[in-house]
């Protein structure tokens, strides 16, 4: 079990390791046309990622991972 | 150039200043890091979304929230933003005690009065009622020309529980602003005042006509959180996002109102304190270890944009989950769109998780103080989300959105629970 946890860990050091190391991927500045549409914003839907995040808070045994919650509740 | 060209324009230039960086502080905030051509950017209007949300279990829960949140981006390139959310609660909740075939009777949390359940029935405490309000605030703002600061701050605040928060988040942009990396720190400290204060844990439930012991009127809880992250641009139409977190909590974790069910050997209730079954109050730790790992892919496919995410969280309690969460854009023109999402979630259960105990096995529990819930939320469960959502733009150009999606949890040994959500977006 544990060893698994550090498998999966390592994973994705070894993920973000490469990613950050290939400085040859990405766009250059004029080729972000597209990167900079309202819907391809990495959180497009703030009003709806809230809302589902503080139900899923609330009836689910997990929360967190993209971002701060904005104050629990007492529900869970 | 008319006032209408001049506001498309500026729209323009802010829309192409959005890059890659994610959203740190949830929905709150949309952190647009410093562009290439931020100079052109001047001081704008205030930007407000609205939205009210329903989301209703049939024969249980049901919650309306109205919510309204606005920013305003400076001459100097920082954003101020708030954000208020009221949610009127009402409805029945599982309380934990098992079915049975016979007819069970608890005494409400408040201590005065009683309600039942019928045979076969999931035991529902149908005092469940409650409205919460909550602000936060947030700020960004730049430290040089590649990175800045996010702050954030929050209160909500119901009947029996109040939280208080901050964060602070360091974004740093690189590689042409192609990678951008992140490291935030949160606190949030909690008070719980359980209604009729909290329960002994392990004590047995009384009847409404004999006196309750209780521990003390409130409690506290105190975490802390640390979120890394990597965004990366891989190409024109496709970027992608990383995230570990870990979450640290101390405090009082119980539901005060959840109680266990000690059966005989043939999963009879058995009388005592008065009531026609033996309930245990819960027993969560005093602490929890969390971490996660999210990944995040939006991809510009041939004019629609395919948002795919995955988390793996797991625990010190042995809770581990997985959830894949799916939505495809279907782009029309003038702005309409169409957005079908799916999410699976599954959770393995917390290690002291039980469904009910016997009484032999109630008996050990007590004597060595050990944790119990019968929390369904903290079981093995499933949950699939399926959904749509409609995008249209007013004749104005204002954006507007309805979501519909159903909500079904699949608990194992519990009954399951459907939920319908609908939403209503407007932006101004």
Redesign the interface.
């Known amino acids: 079990m544990k060893l698994d946890?550090i498998k999966?860990?390592a994973l994705?050091i070894l993920?973000?390791s490469l990613?950050?190391a290939?400085?040859n991927?990405?766009?250059?500045?004029w080729?972000?046309?597209?990167?900079?549409?309202?819907?391809?914003?990495?959180?497009?839907?703030?009003?709806?990622?809230?809302?589902d995040?503080h139900?899923?808070f609330s009836?689910?045994?997990?929360?967190?991972?993209?971002?701060?919650?904005?104050?629990?509740?007492?529900c869970? | 150039m008319g006032v209408t060209n001049m506001k498309n324009n500026y729209r323009n230039i802010r829309?192409?200043?959005?890059?890659?960086?994610?959203?740190?502080?949830?929905?709150?905030?949309?952190i647009v890091p410093i562009?290439?051509?931020q100079a052109v950017e001047a001081s704008s209007e205030w930007e407000t979304?609205v939205?009210v949300?329903i989301?209703n279990e049939a024969d249980r829960v049901s919650a309306f929230?109205p919510?309204i949140?606005t920013k305003k981006t400076f001459d100097d390139e920082s954003v101020l933003g708030f954000?208020f959310?009221f949610d009127a609660l009402t409805g029945a909740s599982a309380n934990g005690a098992a079915t049975s075939d016979d007819v069970q009777t608890f005494t409400r949390p408040s201590g005065n009065g009683e309600y039942s359940t019928a045979a076969s029935d999931t035991p529902l405490d149908d005092t469940f009622r409650?409205t919460?309000v909550?602000l936060?605030a947030n700020y960004e703002t730049p430290v040089g020309r590649l990175n800045k600061m996010v702050y954030?701050a929050?209160?909500?605040n119901?009947?029996?529980?109040l939280?208080?928060?901050g964060?602070a988040?360091y974004l740093q942009d690189m590689?042409?602003?192609?990678?951008t990396?992140s490291a935030?720190m949160?606190f949030?400290y909690?008070s719980?005042k359980p209604v009729g204060g909290k329960p002994v844990p392990l004590s047995e439930m009384k009847a409404n006509t004999e006196t309750q012991v209780r521990d003390g009127a409130d409690d506290t809880r105190i975490m802390s959180?640390l979120?890394l992250g990597?965004?990366?641009?891989?190409?024109?139409?496709t970027?992608?996002?990383?995230?570990?977190?870990f979450?640290l909590s101390d405090g009082y974790h119980n539901?005060a109102y959840k109680v266990t069910s000690v059966l005989d050997s043939n999963g009879d209730l058995i009388a005592a304190n008065g009531l026609n079954g033996t309930y245990l109050y819960e027993n969560r730790p005093d602490s929890r270890t969390?971490?996660?790992?999210?990944g995040?892919i939006?991809h510009?496919l041939n004019g629609d944009?395919v948002?795919v995410?995955y988390?793996?969280?797991?625990d010190d309690?042995e809770?581990a989950?997985n959830?894949v969460d799916f939505h495809y854009?279907k782009?029309f023109s003038n702005g309409f769109?169409l957005e079908p999402h799916v999410r699976y979630?599954s959770?393995e259960a917390?290690e002291f998780y039980q469904y009910s105990l016997t009484d032999t096995e109630a008996t050990a529990l007590i004597a060595s103080n050990g944790n119990l819930t019968s929390d369904y939320?903290?079981g093995d469960?499933t949950?699939t989300t399926l959904g749509l959502?409609l995008g249209f733009l007013t004749p104005n150009g204002n954006e507007n959105?309805v979501?519909l999606e159903m909500?079904t949890?699949n608990p194992d040994l519990n009954e399951s629970?459907e939920a319908v959500?609908l939403?209503y977006?407007y932006s101004f």
């Not at chain 2, 829309?15 to 949309?30: D, P, S, V």
């Not at chain 2, 590689?175 to 990678?179: F, I, S």
């Open positions: 946890k999966k860990v994705v993920g973000m990613i950050s290939c400085g991927l990405g766009v250059k500045p080729e972000r046309d597209v990167l900079a549409r309202d819907d391809m914003a990495l959180e497009s839907a703030a009003m709806d990622s809230a809302f995040d139900i899923y009836k689910e045994a997990s929360s967190g991972g993209k971002g701060f919650g904005g104050g629990g509740c007492g869970n | 829309n192409n200043l959005k890059t890659a960086t994610g959203t740190l502080l949830g929905a709150a905030t949309a562009s290439s051509v979304d939205a949300l989301y929230e919510a949140a954000k959310v409650d919460r909550s936060t954030g929050n209160i909500s119901e009947y029996d529980f939280s208080l928060g964060s988040t590689n042409e602003r192609n990678t990396l935030g949160s949030e909690d719980i959180e979120l990597i965004t990366q641009i891989i190409d024109r139409n970027l992608v996002q990383f995230n570990y977190g979450a539901d969390k971490h996660s790992l999210y995040k939006k510009f944009v948002d995410s988390r793996y969280m797991w309690w809770v989950s959830t854009r782009n769109y979630y959770q917390a939320r903290l469960m949950a959502k959105s979501r909500y949890q629970v959500i939403q977006n």
